[in-house]
């Protein structure tokens, strides 16, 4: 089956989540204390962004080498297991505009997952691809495919590698880089569900990032991620 050969090379899960629905934007944690708590309830850090000047919070994404600042980040905490969900808004606490989402370390190291665990998301509102028929999100192991479904433009390729070389958990700041291959979902059903010969390249620089806590409803535990969503469901 096209789904099974193309889906033990790649790793699509999650990739399209909803990217305009309101109820899905990770909403920061209005508390603050000095220590961020681990586990299922995330503590606070830092006051929340709000209105007036947008906060630069120190992280640079890069799309083949065209880069942009990050307005801010918030992160779910799941720190008692050493990682933290971050996302990264190009406009402040938008899905309305680009942005990433996925999976980091929450301690120094260098990492390297080519399956599932660490990983992110490329999410653009205005690149997306509409299943006509149905086959694509069959194929990419969606729940319920229908014809019609549209689906993120960007699919999150293996390997995702990392380097964490700084972090400082009551600061709520990080130093880092990441990078992972990114193919558009055209070329991935040109290229019969394989991965295509043309690929993207996503690079993530935090230099001292800092980020605020959201509620953990807004991500899944890594190690449980779901299939492919339609992203207008």
């Known amino acids: 089956m096209k789904a099974l050969k193309f889906l ?10 909803c990217v305009s629905c309101k109820k899905d934007n990770p909403k920061p944690n209005d508390n603050t204390t000095e220590n961020p708590s681990g586990g ?4 606070g850090g830092g006051e929340t962004p709000g209105g007036g000047e947008i906060p630069i919070c120190g992280v640079t994404i890069k799309l083949d080498g ?3 600042s990050a307005a ?3 992160a779910v905490d799941h720190t008692a297991q050493s990682y933290i969900a971050p996302y990264f808004f190009k406009t402040e606490n ?7 989402r996925g999976f980091m370390e929450s301690v120094v190291g260098e990492f390297t997952y080519q399956t599932t665990y660490d990983i992110m998301y490329y999410t653009d ?8 028929t149905g086959e694509y999100g069959s194929a990419m192991g969606a729940e319920d495919p229908q014809p019609g479904d549209v689906y993120s433009g960007w699919v ?15 600061a709520l700041t990080m130093s880092a880089t990441f990078s992972e291959s990114l193919a558009t979902a055209a070329d991935i059903v040109a290229a019969g569900y394989q991965v295509p010969a043309n690929l993207h390249t996503l690079e993530g620089i935090l230099d001292g990032a800092h980020w605020t806590w959201a509620s953990t409803k807004s991500s899944a ?5 779901k299939g492919a969503m339609a992203i207008n469901k």
């Open 66 to 68: 065209t880069a942009w």
């Open 94 to 100: 938008s899905t309305e505009d680009v942005y990433v």
């Open 125 to 132: 509102p205005n690149f997306t691809y509409t299943d006509e």
């Open 40 to 43: 299922e309830t995330p503590g």
């Open 156 to 170: 999150s390729i293996t390997d995702f590698t990392e380097n964490i070389t700084a972090v400082d958990l009551n």
């Open 221 to 225: 535990p890594k190690k449980a991620v």
């Open 72 to 74: 801010n980040m918030v």
């Open 8 to 17: 033990g090379i790649i790793l699509l899960a999650c990739t399209m989540m």
